[in-house]
């Protein structure tokens, strides 16, 4: 990887330490934990369950701004998106914990697979395996 991304997350050529200003995440997921107050034998599916609703209520927006024709710059809509998105991030941090992975991690190794896709020229496509 090259160019300005690469120099904002100051990346590394070190593959485990690549994105390590994606620690932040880390934080994010720390402090997402003190709000997490579903019961503990619910864990895995409780966030599971709440990230699809919320993953719906973002597609439901979208699907509402195609609709009815809206501006995708209408500022009242981006926010409630935004707010959706927020939403799915905090179940994606206490997911992730309750399978004991950093978010950092998953965002290291999703950032390093998305590039291999780039450089293989397998970016488009379907599947898994690419």
């Not at 994105?19 to 995440?25: A, G, Q």
């Not at 994010?28 to 895995?44: G, H």
């Amino acid at each position: 990887m090259s160019g300005q991304l690469e120099l904002e997350l100051g990346a590394q050529s070190n593959e485990s330490n690549k994105y390590k200003k994606v620690s932040d995440f880390d934080m994010y997921q720390k402090v997402a934990l003190t709000t997490a107050i579903y019961p503990r034998e619910q864990a895995i599916i409780y966030p599971t369950l709440g990230l699809t609703g919320e993953a719906g209520e973002v597609a439901n927006k979208v699907k509402k701004i195609i609709r009815d024709g809206s501006n995708f710059k209408d500022e009242k809509l981006v926010s409630e998106i935004k707010a959706e998105i927020g939403d799915c991030l905090w179940y994606i941090a206490v997911l992730a914990s309750d399978f004991d992975i950093k978010l950092s991690d998953i965002a290291n190794t999703n950032l390093i697979k998305l590039e291999n896709r780039k450089e293989n020229n397998t970016i488009r496509g379907s599947g898994d395996k690419r």
